[in-house]
Structure formats: structure tokens, C-alpha cells
């Protein structure tokens, strides 16, 4: 299999992507419907006309790019891609990896010479991180209807705009947001590939597996009461101070994550009115849990609720996601393509992670993921990474799938 052409096409555009939203850290900031994303669609957009792909956009803004008639027969086209907005100061690589792979599976698929037997469509999902609204997968989860549109257009970033007020900055309608069953019934599968965010791959030097599962998982706000005071002159036993019930719930999530076998973490603080000699009158903090069993997941956030109430907080579900399997036929399919097409050892890794694939799966999409080898094992930081020669690598599984799920021979002599 020659990967000549999709791997110089795969470097032109991983230089093209670098600069776009990079932030001082070295890490990057592309949020849901700000300037950034406007470039990252754009550059999108470009890819896809380059390559005479016809763009369409769903009833969300996620972009299909289509090679084929997908509405030749229903639910027989292939989708591959991922997204490519990130989290504060998050890598290079969770999101853009995929997109930008598959884009180069299509120069691939056109260097063998190949019309594929099937539509194939190369997709950006929209918001996945849930970076700016709080709510991962939003672009997903809105086609699939597992977030109305009405909750939504209400979700506000840090500076109270709301998701409707964004998408019409952003010059799109709000109104036309919602499920978008024309769009799923186009599609027979989805396979994702994404860089690793663990150490699976690189402690079994391999650089590529299928992915089992998605861990269960959930966001939560708590919010703190407190009253505003000076923090020189207003006596400790006089202080209602909403920070130490904040304090308390990391410390004890911790600790309550660790006795019942998930992970807990709070990423996000907010703090009222947020001046170094002013008594805080309210924080709010974010609480991600996850973990193999739902129930330990549960246990840990009851926990934590309950000794919140002691200070006095409420506390809201923002999202729980069920544990997904993906596709087992299709998960076998990939592996035992690769396993024929690369004579590697495939593994099957589980993740803690979330991706727009297990939102599709839930809905019913017959959806996979293959995973590249992360050497550092760390994500959602600027130290995230792949090795240019396993990207190329990941191309190549892609396209030995993607070529075995469409069909259409080769040239002949290609
Ligand atoms: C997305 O990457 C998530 O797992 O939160
Ligand atoms: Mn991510
Ligand atoms: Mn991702």
C-alpha cells in the first residue's frame, strides 16, 4: 500500500493547523463558534473543495464532507473524522488527529486508484470538548437528540453569552438548531480515529488499537453561598466564606474517588466577586467523574453532594454519558483487517475518555475507533504528542478499514 502522497498531504496540513489558536503555553485555545473555529472551519471547508468532496453542514453546523451520493440508499455510507476545537490549553493532537486522517485517507483511497463502492464522509463534529458551554459532544448529542435544542441554545460561557447568542454571532440561525435524523440516516458507520490519552499503546510499543468501550461519565456545578467581606477587618467566626465548602469538596473528592475505584476531578473554579482581600460570596466548582463501573461513579457523586449540602450548596447534573460499547462487529472488522493488512498485533484498549463516536453508538450509529500511540501518555495538555511516523502509521490503518468497509477495486498496476 503507497502512503507517499497521504503522508506528505498529512504534514502539509498538520503545518497548516499548527498556528491556529495556538496560545503561550504551546498548547491550544479553539472554542465553539469564536474566530478560531471560524479559521479551523474554513481550513476545513478548503480540504474538502480541494479534494471536490461536497460540504454539508447538519442542523447543528457539523461538517460532512461527502465523496459519493449518500442518499443513493439509506444508511450506507462510511464516516470518518473527529473534531477540531480543543480544551483549554489542550494538544495538538485530540481531535485534529482524526480529521486531518482522514482527509489524507481520501488521498490514499485516490492513490490506489479506488472509487469506493460506498459514500464516504469525512466529518468535523462541532464543540466535542464542551470547552466553552460546559456540555462535551454538544455538536453530536443536538443531531442525536441527546440534548434538546432548547437546553442548548440555554447553555452561557464564562462571560454569560449564551450558545444562542454565539451561533448568532457567528452569523448562523439559532432556530434551526435540533435532531437531525437526514443527516444519521446517511450513515452505515462511523470510525474514529483519535490520538491515545493514556499509556495502553506505549507500554505495549504498538502503535495502534481498537477501542473496546467508553467508561461512564458526568459533569456537575456545585455552588457555594458565602457573603462578601473585607478579609481584614471581618473576624473568623464571623466569615461566611464560600471557598472552604469548595475546599472541602476537592480535597474529599479525592478521597471518596479513591475508596470507590472511579476518578474525580475538579478542573473549573469560579469565584465571586474574585478580589485576593475580599471574602468570596460564591464559588463554583466543576466536578468530572468517570470510572469502569457506573455505580461507583454514582456513589462518589452522592457523596460529595451530600457533604456539600453541609455548606449549604446546590449542586446540578451538566451531563452523565452511560458506559457505550462500540460495535463489536465492526470493532472485529477493523482488527482483523489491520491484523491482515499490517501483520501487527492489534490490541483493544477501553477509554475514559469521551468522543463523539460513543454519542453516535448510543444513537443507535454502528460506530468504532482506532487509537494512536500517545509516547507520553498525557492529553488534554500541550504535552500531548504522536510521532509523525505513527500518525502516518494511523493513516494507513485507516485506510486498509476504510477500504475494506467501502469496496470499489483498485486500478489495476496502482
Ligand atoms: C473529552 O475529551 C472528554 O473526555 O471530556
Ligand atoms: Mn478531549
Ligand atoms: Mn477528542
Known amino acids: 500500500m503507497s502512503t507517499e502522497t497521504s503522508s506528505a498531504a498529512f504534514d502539509r496540513m498538520w503545518t497548516d493547523l499548527e498556528p491556529v489558536g495556538r496560545a503561550g503555553s504551546g498548547g491550544y485555545r479553539r472554542f465553539a463558534w469564536t474566530r478560531e473555529d471560524h479559521t479551523l472551519r474554513e481550513w ?8 471536490g468532496l461536497d460540504l454539508v453542514e447538519d442542523r447543528m453546523g457539523n461538517q460532512w464532507a461527502w465523496w459519493g451520493d449518500p442518499d443513493a440508499a439509506p444508511r450506507q455510507g462510511i464516516a470518518i473524522g473527529s473534531h477540531l476545537d480543543s480544551v483549554p490549553d489542550g494538544g495538538a493532537y485530540d ?7 482522514a482527509l489524507a485517507v481520501v488521498d490514499a483511497l485516490r492513490a490506489q486508484g479506488r472509487s469506493p463502492g460506498r459514500p464516504l464522509a469525512v466529518v468535523n463534529f462541532v464543540d466535542e470538548e464542551g470547552a466553552r458551554f460546559g456540555v462535551a459532544c454538544a455538536g453530536s448529542r443536538v443531531i442525536t437528540g441527546a440534548m434538546t435544542r432548547e437546553r442548548a441554545l440555554g447553555l452561557t460561557d464564562a462571560d454569560g453569552t449564551s450558545m444562542a447568542e454565539a451561533l448568532r454571532a457567528a452569523g448562523r440561525d439559532p432556530e434551526g438548531i435540533g435532531p437531525d435524523p437526514e443527516t444519521l440516516r446517511r450513515v452505515g458507520a462511523f470510525v474514529e480515529l483519535h490520538v491515545e490519552q493514556g499509556r495502553g499503546l506505549v507500554d505495549l510499543d504498538l502503535p495502534v488499537a481498537v477501542a473496546s468501550d467508553i467508561w461512564p461519565h458526568g459533569r456537575w456545578r456545585f455552588d457555594f453561598p458565602g457573603e462578601a467581606n473585607h478579609a481584614g477587618t471581618t473576624r473568623l467566626e464571623d466569615r461566611r466564606d464560600a471557598m472552604l465548602g469548595y475546599a472541602d469538596l476537592v480535597l474529599t473528592a479525592r478521597h471518596v474517588a479513591t475508596q470507590q475505584g472511579c476518578v474525580a476531578t475538579v478542573g473549573k473554579v469560579a469565584v465571586e466577586p474574585g478580589g485576593v482581600n475580599a471574602i468570596p460570596s460564591h464559588v463554583t466548582g466543576w466536578l468530572d467523574s468517570r470510572g469502569a463501573d457506573p455505580e461507583a461513579v454514582r456513589a462518589t457523586v452522592a457523596e460529595l453532594t451530600a457533604r456539600a449540602a453541609d455548606f449549604g450548596a446546590t449542586v446540578t447534573e451538566e451531563s452523565w454519558t452511560p458506559s457505550t460499547a462500540f460495535d463489536t462487529a465492526l470493532s472485529d472488522r477493523l482488527r482483523h483487517t489491520l491484523g491482515s493488512a499490517t501483520e501487527l498485533s492489534v490490541p483493544v484498549l477501553g477509554t475514559g475518555a469521551g468522543h463523539d463516536a460513543g454519542i453516535l453508538a448510543t444513537a443507535g450509529v454502528p460506530s468504532a475507533m482506532l487509537f494512536v500511540r500517545n509516547p507520553t501518555g498525557v492529553s488534554h495538555s500541550p504535552a500531548e504528542h504522536a510521532e509523525r511516523d505513527d500518525c502516518h502509521a494511523g493513516v494507513e490503518a ?17
Open 95 to 101: 481531535g485534529p488527529l482524526g480529521v486531518v486522517s
Open 44 to 51: 476545513f471547508a478548503g480540504e474538502c473543495a480541494a479534494r
Open 398 to 414: 485507516l485506510t486498509a478499514c476504510v477500504a475494506d468497509l467501502v469496496g470499489g477495486a483498485p486500478d489495476a498496476g496502482s
